[in-house]
């Protein structure tokens, strides 16, 4: 299985811009995902291929990457991006999650 | 708009089965594929099972192969999971999840409130 690699956590400050990195064990592409999970609730998408914005979605966030490298960025956090950040990759079956970024505003 | 309810979760010894639903409102349920995805407490997200729009292609997860059973009833905008031989390490909040699909790639992008599932004896 693709295992997809992420940093436990951060801690940042409201109005600053902060990266979260995930790194796939093989390539995966362009099919790299985003998900927002706020404590309590469900993971709601934010970016699906690599870059693109999910409708609804603030432009703050943003993602890129390709092949086994992939960040998404937050310009400026907000107190309301309190969450764990998830990435998922579907190029190789099992569908596969890394094991999330947990959020801190300061 | 998009509504997943999942109902059916519960306390359950080892070795029992469980069945949960997840309910779909707010769009056309017969067009999409589903999946269920899972968490245990305080862990990330495993993918569990997923099934097409019209039931024709089915995958599992290897952890969950020959033990659960995924299905749906476009007739009643529901998505069914059956769990025999449950385990402690089955315990988690199971969510149900939709799945835009294209010809290039697929995206789970609705997501219900989970249903929670604990084995223990």
């Known amino acids: 299985d693709t295992v997809l690699t992420q940093s436990p956590a951060l801690a940042v400050s409201p109005g600053e811009r902060v990266t979260i990195s995930c790194r796939a064990s093989?390539?995966?592409?362009?099919?790299m995902h985003w998900y927002q999970q706020k404590p309590g609730q469900q993971p709601t998408l934010l970016i699906y291929?690599?870059?693109n914005l999910e409708s609804g979605v603030p432009a703050r966030f943003s993602g890129s990457g390709s092949g086994t490298d992939f960040t998404l960025t937050i310009d400026p956090v907000e107190a309301d991006d309190t969450a764990t950040y998830y990435c998922?990759?579907?190029?190789?079956?099992?569908?596969?999650f890394g094991g999330g970024t947990k959020l801190e505003l300061k | 708009e998009v509504q997943l309810v999942e109902s059916g979760g519960g306390l359950v010894q080892p070795g029992r089965s469980l069945k949960l639903s997840c309910l779909a409102s707010?769009?056309?349920?017969?067009?999409?594929?589903m999946n269920w995805i899972r968490q245990a407490p305080g862990k990330g997200l495993e993918w569990v099972a997923s099934?097409?729009?019209?039931?024709?292609?089915?995958y599992y997860a290897d952890t969950v192969k020959g033990r659960f059973t995924i299905s749906r009833d476009n007739a009643k905008n529901t998505l069914y999971l059956q769990m025999t031989s449950l385990r402690s390490e089955d315990t988690a909040l199971y969510y149900c999840?939709?799945?835009?699909?294209?010809?290039?790639?697929?995206?789970?992008?609705?997501w219900g409130q989970g249903a929670s599932v604990t084995v223990s004896s």
């Open positions: 999840a939709r799945m835009y699909t294209t010809d290039y790639f697929y995206v789970m992008d609705a």
């Open positions: 707010g769009f056309t349920f017969s067009n999409y594929g």
């Open positions: 099934i097409s729009s019209s039931s024709s292609y089915i």
């Open positions: 093989e390539s995966v592409s362009t099919l």
């Open positions: 291929l690599a870059s």
């Open positions: 998922q990759q579907s190029w190789n079956d099992p569908p596969t």
